[in-house]
């Protein structure tokens, strides 16, 4: 069997082709055609040699995941169901701001953390994706939108909110990354890619050092070590007093900061008390803060909270002068807002 062109960062890529027997500057021609202009057929690019060209197309496979199943929202918002070679799927979803959309991807079949509160979290762990099926979820959903929305529409931002924990698949998702950021590939700005962790400690720990420069949102959901471990397990073993200080490290630049999501729940976390200290365990530190009222899937236990609490929640984070929003929900009709993908 092939494997696939798209599992390489340009520095792999430089580096496969030299123990090809090949010249790596080559590399920058067939990333400009196969990222750039996002075709999947061999590169026409003059200058291409016919060495690379051999090395490349005899071993390489350039197939794109399958698109199953494709819903629009009555807000512009669509979810596409992805099939990959072994049948396993995911979704992604494409969120619509003014003629730039935002592209929130899938890391994991299924997820390991088992959070009480998401629809992913009840099906486990599948398997993780690979580079390819990764990049190829953003390939795919480009080439949809080119085909089917106005040619000016393009992608500008990419979150890793989809399925799945990105840092307990931390290789694949840190070659994607470099593969989105590369200015020989998908060319994004840094700053336009966020990934979202419930807190999985050793991925934090290897992102330092590894990670490129992108943003990193925590999923806190509250301050309250004991609260936060009914609704997102692996805080009993990584606890918000190990990860806080350490994801504070990160961001680099002054108008940089870390977004830690609220997820809040009707009569569980939406209190004045939990707004408070929520305020307390953030105030003077690089925190923005995005408030998420939950969103339902079939057989939930949790509720949505009142929008005056939403609206009181929110005056207080705001009180301590750390910035905040409410995040408005989309595509939650054809349930692919945050926390109702599954795909089995
Ligand atoms: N695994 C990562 C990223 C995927 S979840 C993480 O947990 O951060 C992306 C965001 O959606 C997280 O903040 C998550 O807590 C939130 N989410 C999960 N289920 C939700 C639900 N039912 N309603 C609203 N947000 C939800
Ligand atoms: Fe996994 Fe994130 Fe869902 Fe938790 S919220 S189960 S970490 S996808």
Known sequence: MKFSFFQFSFDELKNYIVQSGGNADQARLLFNWHYKKNLQTPCEINGLSKKTHEIIYSDLSFELPVIDQIQTSDDLTVKFLFSFQDGK?????????????????SSQVGCAMKCSFCHTGTQGLTRSLKTE??????????????QNRPADDRILNVVFMGQGEPLHNFDHVKTAVEIL???????LADHKITISTSGYLPGLLRWKDEMPSVNIA??????????RSQLIPINKKYPLKDVVPLIEQFPQGK??????????????????EDALQTAKLLAGTKAFVNLIPFNP??????KRPTEERVQK???IIESFKIPVTIRTTKGDKILAACGQLKSI
């Open 297 to 302: 899937f079939p057989g939930t236990q949790w």
């Open 89 to 105: 799927k995911v979704e992604t979803v494409l969120i619509p701001f003014n003629q730039k959309y935002t592209v929130c991807l």
């Open 255 to 272: 108008k940089r900061f870390v977004t830690y999501e609220y997820l809040l729940i009707r009569e569980f976390n939406d209190s004045e």
């Open 181 to 187: 950021i590369s200015q020989h590939g998908l060319s």
């Open 218 to 227: 925590l999923s806190l959901h509250s301050p309250i070590d004991e609260k």
């Open 133 to 146: 099926e990764i990049i190829g979820q953003f390939l795919a959903v480009q080439t949809w939108l080119t």
């Open 313 to 315: 929640f929110f005056e």
